[in-house]
C-alpha cells in the first residue's frame, strides 16, 4: 500500500479517484508548518500539493520514502526542483488542466479593468446610480502585448482575437511561425513594451523574469497602457507599478498574484485603477476537477512504475 500525503486543499474528485485505488492510501492535512511537515514526511511515498505547502530541501530530504511531489496545478515555483531532484524525488504537475480557467480569468479581468466593472459596481451597491464617471474603453482594436506564448498565452490569444484584438507576442522559446499559427505576431520584449495598449503577462519566473516589469519596462510602455497578470506576482516590481499607476503612466491593473500571497503590505492594494482578485486564476469547478483527478492518476501511476507524466525533474 502506498502513502499520500494531501497537504493543501484538493477536489474531492481527486479523492473519490484515490478511494476507488485498492494500493493507495491517504490523509489529507493541511494548513502544517514546517515543522510539523517535517515530522509527519518520513512516513509517505507522495507529497501532494497546491500553492500553499512549499517543500523546501529541509521538508524534502526528510521524505525518507519520499519518490513524488504532484503540484496539482501548473506553477512548481513553490518547489525546490534541485533538492528534489538531489533526492531522487520526481516533480509533476498538471500543465493544462486549469489553462482555459486561467485564460477566461485573464479575459474577465481584462474586461472589467476596462469598463470599471468593480468601482461602478461598488457604486451602485453603495445606492449611487452615476452612469457618466464610468465610462470604459473597448478591447477592439486594441493591441493586446502577450508576453510568454505557452499554452495559457495561446488560450488568451484566441479569446481576444474573439473580441477584435490585435495580437503581438514575446517569448524568447517561441518562433515566428508557431507564434502566427495561435494568430499573434512575434516581437521583441522593448517592442511589444512599446506597441500594446494592453499588456498581459504568462510568463513563469525564471531569473530571467523575476521583476521582469520594472521601471525600466514600464518607462518603455505607451502612457495609460493597461497591465493584466494572473500568472506570477514576482514578475512585476510592485512598487515600480504602483508608482506608475499613480503618476497616471500605466492606466490601470488587473491583478491576481502578487509578490506575496496574501500581499499584505503591497504598494497595490487599494489603489485606484487597481482591480484585484485573490488568485483564482484556476478555480473553476472544472479545473479544480481536472487539477485533482489528473494528479492523483500520475502519482499513483508513477508510484506503480507504470508511467511517469508531466515530470519536471526528468533526471530524478
Ligand atoms: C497554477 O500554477 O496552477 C495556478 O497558479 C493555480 C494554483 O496555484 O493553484
Redesign the pocket.
Known amino acids: 500500500m502506498y502513502k499520500i500525503l494531501i497537504s493543501d486543499k484538493l477536489g474531492q474528485a481527486g479523492l473519490d479517484r484515490l478511494d476507488e485505488m485498492d494500493d493507495m492510501a491517504y490523509e489529507m492535512i493541511t494548513g502544517l508548518s514546517k515543522s510539523e511537515l517535517i515530522a509527519a514526511i518520513p512516513e509517505y511515498d507522495a507529497l501532494i500539493i497546491?500553492?500553499g505547502t512549499k517543500p523546501d530541501a529541509d521538508i524534502i530530504a526528510a521524505g525518507e520514502k519520499l519518490k513524488v511531489i504532484g503540484?496539482?496545478?501548473?506553477?512548481v515555483d513553490n518547489v525546490d526542483i534541485e533538492a528534489a531532484t538531489q533526492n531522487d524525488v520526481l516533480v509533476m504537475?498538471?500543465p493544462r488542466a486549469?489553462s482555459v480557467a486561467?485564460a477566461e480569468q485573464t479575459m474577465a479581468l481584462m474586461l472589467a479593468v476596462n469598463r470599471n466593472t468593480t468601482p461602478a459596481h461598488n457604486s451602485l451597491a453603495a445606492g449611487e446610480w452615476d452612469r457618466a464617471t464610468y465610462v470604459g474603453s473597448e478591447l477592439d482594436g486594441k493591441t493586446l502585448g502577450i508576453i510568454g506564448f505557452g499554452y495559457i498565452g495561446r488560450l488568451v490569444a484566441h479569446r481576444a482575437a474573439a473580441f477584435g484584438m490585435n495580437i503581438i507576442a514575446a517569448d524568447p522559446y517561441v518562433s515566428e511561425a508557431s507564434a502566427a499559427e495561435s494568430g499573434a505576431q512575434l516581437l521583441p520584449l522593448s517592442e511589444l513594451l512599446a506597441r500594446a495598449d494592453i499588456i498581459s503577462l504568462h510568463s513563469v519566473v525564471t531569473p530571467e523574469t523575476l521583476n521582469m516589469i520594472d521601471e525600466g519596462a514600464i518607462e518603455q510602455m505607451k502612457d495609460g497602457v493597461v497591465i493584466v497578470n494572473v500568472?506570477?506576482g514576482k514578475l512585476i516590481d510592485e512598487q515600480a507599478l504602483a508608482d506608475a499607476i499613480s503618476s497616471g503612466k500605466v492606466g490601470a491593473a488587473a491583478l491576481d498574484?502578487y509578490q506575496q500571497e496574501p500581499p499584505e503590505g503591497s504598494p497595490l492594494i487599494g489603489l485606484p485603477n487597481v482591480l484585484h482578485t485573490p488568485?483564482l486564476?484556476?478555480?473553476s469547478r472544472e479545473a479544480q476537477r481536472r487539477?485533482a483527478v489528473e494528479m492523483v492518476e500520475q502519482v499513483a501511476d508513477a508510484l506503480r512504475g507504470i508511467e511517469y507524466r508531466n515530470v519536471i525533474n526528468p533526471p530524478a
Do not use: D, E, F, L
Open positions: 497546491r500553492s503540484r496539482a496545478g501548473i506553477g504537475n498538471t486549469n486561467t500568472a506570477r498574484v488568485h486564476g484556476a478555480s487539477v
